[in-house]
């Protein structure tokens, strides 16, 4: 019963990102779209998104290359492409899209 | 998986639309279906035939047109939220006594049920937000 | 088939956009399919229920009325998010319908017990 949620709104928007990163429990993704990429180069999202535990984070791969942007992979941070956009919502069994 | 797309942002004025449109082409590429695409809030322009946007742009309400007619999509606009902004196909055009209309096939315009019955028929239901 | 249980959180003020109204409109559409619907109101979203409003100089709908409604279409479980009103300095007696607060930790536990969530 794990969920993907899905962010499109730049970490500016910190109400936003806050109720979001609050409402992820272990064994969600939080797939980060759109302007929400700009979360890779955000000092205190980037930061508290490393430190969350069981939490899957990906970036849309179109979404950071259109933005000139570098995300940095590590344990629990990939980038993925649409194919896998997809997968990603088939492997959970509900999407949130916070917006 | 039987997916289907809530669309809620601007049809113009933000990404969400081609997003929701690069979703659905992944998927029927990998073999999914989907039951619905439904545009709700001011994603509703998307469903505007007179929208002409310059040749070197993306033309969003082309690009879901083609993908409907390749796959027989169910493309559902929001009838309320469309005639509001008026966007019409020739029936509600002439039950408003408009002297035009800028929507038809394969948009259809229906009412907010039919997102009811796509959360309880599909797998997934996603939305691309405003 | 198993009966999908809907859950909608609403984070938006009344008036100012469209998105609360829209919102309501599925909340009470899906209950109309007779889908069991939960409202969670967080961010600006507790202000919709405020028994105050009286929105007809900017000639709107009122929208406590059209929640003051929600019981009718079988909507009891409306939840409104603790920090949330708080910012706001809303209380429970201010408010058109008996709701309950909900802490972050609690709208947690409540997307991952649903079956479609929907947020506006």
Same mark, same amino acid.
């Given at each position: 019963?794990?969920?993907?949620?899905?962010?499109n709104?730049?970490?500016?928007?910190?109400?936003?990102?806050?109720?979001?990163?609050?409402?992820?429990?272990?064994?969600?993704?939080?797939?980060?779209?759109?302007?929400?990429?700009?979360a890779?180069?955000?000092?205190?999202?980037?930061?508290?998104l490393?430190?969350?535990?069981?939490?899957?984070?990906?970036?849309?791969?179109?979404?950071?290359?259109?933005r000139?942007?570098? @995300?940095?992979?590590?344990?629990?941070?990939?980038? @993925?492409?649409?194919?896998?956009? @997809?997968?990603?919502?088939?492997q959970?069994?509900?999407?949130?899209?916070?917006? | 998986?039987?997916?289907?797309?809530?669309?809620?942002?601007?049809?113009?004025?933000?990404?969400?639309?081609?997003?929701?449109?690069?979703?659905?082409?992944?998927?029927?590429?990998?073999?999914?279906?989907?039951?619905?695409?439904?545009?709700?809030?001011?994603?509703?322009?998307?469903?505007?035939?007179?929208?002409?946007?310059?040749?070197?742009?993306?033309?969003?309400?082309q690009?879901?047109?083609?993908?409907?007619?390749?796959h027989?999509?169910?493309?559902?606009?929001?009838?309320?939220?469309?005639?509001?902004?008026?966007?019409?196909?020739?029936?509600?055009?002439?039950?408003h006594?408009?002297?035009?209309?800028?929507?038809?096939?394969?948009?259809?315009?229906?009412?907010?049920?039919?997102?009811?019955?796509?959360?309880?028929?599909s797998?997934?239901?996603?939305?691309?937000?405003? | 088939?198993?009966?999908?249980?809907?859950l909608?959180?609403?984070?938006?003020?009344?008036?100012?956009?469209?998105?609360?109204?829209?919102?309501?409109?599925?909340?009470l559409?899906?209950?109309?399919?007779?889908?069991?619907?939960?409202?969670?109101?967080?961010?600006?979203?507790?202000?919709?229920?405020?028994?105050?409003?009286?929105?007809?100089q900017?000639?709107?709908?009122?929208?406590?009325?059209?929640?003051?409604?929600?019981?009718?279409?079988?909507?009891?479980?409306?939840?409104?998010?603790?920090?949330?009103?708080?910012?706001?300095?809303?209380?429970?007696?201010q408010?058109?319908?008996?709701?309950?607060?909900?802490?972050?930790?609690?709208?947690?536990?409540?997307?991952?017990?649903?079956?479609?969530?929907?947020?506006?």
């Open positions: 019963m794990t969920t993907l949620h899905t962010i709104k730049s970490p500016s928007n910190l109400a936003l990102w806050h109720s979001c990163m609050a409402a992820l429990l272990p064994g969600d993704t939080l797939l980060i779209i759109e302007n929400g990429v700009y890779a180069t955000h000092t205190t999202i980037a930061e508290q490393s430190t969350l535990e069981g939490i899957n984070i990906s970036f849309l791969s179109a979404d950071v290359q259109a000139g942007l570098v @995300v940095t992979e590590s344990n629990n941070t990939s980038i @993925v492409d649409d194919q896998q956009f @997809v997968n990603l919502a088939c959970h069994s509900k999407t949130v899209s916070w917006f | 998986m039987l997916f289907s797309i809530l669309i809620y942002g601007s049809a113009h004025n933000s990404q969400s639309a081609h997003t929701a449109y690069r979703f659905a082409d992944s998927a029927l590429k990998a073999g999914h279906k989907i039951h619905r695409i439904f545009f709700y809030g001011e994603s509703v322009h998307t469903a505007s035939e007179l929208s002409a946007p310059p040749r070197d742009e993306q033309n969003i309400h690009l879901w047109k083609e993908l409907a007619q390749a027989e999509l169910d493309l559902v606009v929001c009838i309320a939220a469309a005639l509001k902004r008026g966007v019409m196909d020739k029936a509600e055009a002439k039950r006594e408009k002297g035009s209309f800028n929507s038809q096939a394969p948009y259809e315009l229906s009412g907010l049920g039919q997102l009811s019955e796509a959360a309880i028929i797998d997934r239901l996603i939305t691309f937000g405003a | 088939m198993q009966q999908k249980k809907i909608l959180i609403l984070s938006r003020a009344p008036y100012g956009d469209a998105h609360a109204k829209e919102a309501l409109d599925v909340a559409t899906a209950a109309a399919f007779g889908l069991p619907v939960s409202l969670v109101l967080t961010q600006d979203a507790p202000a919709l229920l405020l028994k105050s409003q009286q929105p007809q900017i000639q709107q709908k009122n929208l406590a009325s059209i929640c003051s409604a929600l019981p009718m279409y079988d909507i009891e479980n409306i939840y409104i998010e603790t920090l949330a009103a708080q910012i706001q300095q809303i209380t429970l007696d408010l058109v319908l008996p709701a309950e607060f909900v802490n972050e930790a609690g709208i947690a536990l409540m997307i991952r017990n649903h079956d479609v969530v929907l947020r506006f």
